[in-house]
């Protein structure tokens, strides 16, 4: 099976699905990865005071963690970080599009719509529009994802609240999903912060409790054709 997930920024693949993506790489399918946004530049007022340097390095740990979790390709796209909502909404649905077009994958794995980070929002609905189930489309299954420091910061204030009802058990891989945030030298951050190795094995814990499982990661379905 062919799997495509696409994420707004650098890490939120791991944060959102890294021990999935491990999993499913485990099984023997194919799993691209598709970073929209470039990461970084939106920590600046202005993009182009954004050290190269570390916006190159950045995305040698989007690779690296990539390897970690077993994904078949990695790609990150310039979409300005943060900056989403500059840049035409059928700009990036057509990118989108593209995407799917090159890796015609079955199943995709992408942002909630009710995060509090706008470039998230703005994905899932580019998402949604590039995969509008026509006779065609291979894409069958999709699936949403929550993101440590951004979803549950939110307060379901902005958007539809995240809803999971798709258990993955993931106690055979949250060490790689752990591992591969950490490959992201510039975004893991320390506890308690939600975006630490701690944090995220106490995430995964919990999820796992509600599902029976020692560690897991949920998913909002957003539709699947069979």
């Known amino acids: 099976m062919n799997v495509l997930v696409i994420a707004a920024h650098p890490d939120d693949e791991v944060l959102g699905c890294g021990g999935t993506i491990a999993r499913l790489a485990a099984d023997g399918h194919q799993i691209h990865i598709a970073i929209l946004g470039e990461g970084i530049t939106g920590r600046h007022d202005i993009r182009g005071d954004a050290d190269s340097n570390a916006l190159e390095s950045l995305h040698s740990h989007a690779k690296r963690a990539g ?84 979803s549950e910061w939110a307060f379901d204030s902005t958007g539809p609240a995240f809803a999971p009802n798709v258990f993955v058990d993931i106690e055979k891989f949250i060490d ?7 490959a992201y030298e510039s975004e893991a951050r320390d506890f308690p912060h939600p975006r630490s190795t701690q944090a995220l094995r106490a995430q995964a814990t919990h999820w796992g409790a509600g599902c029976g499982r020692a560690a897991a990661e949920v998913f909002q379905l957003v539709r699947d054709i069979r």
């Open 67 to 150: 390897q970690i979790l077993g994904a078949t390709s990695v790609e990150v796209l310039d979409l300005p970080d943060n900056r989403f909502d500059t840049v035409s909404q059928l700009d990036i649905n057509k990118r989108v599009e593209r995407l799917v077009e090159k890796h015609n994958p079955e199943a995709i794995y992408t942002h909630h719509a009710g995060d509090l980070n706008l470039d998230h929002v703005i994905t899932h609905r580019a998402v949604l529009t590039a995969t509008r189930p026509m006779s065609k489309s291979a894409v069958k299954t999709i699936y949403t994802f929550e993101v440590a420091s951004s």
């Open 176 to 182: 790689a999903k752990c591992e591969a945030m950490s």
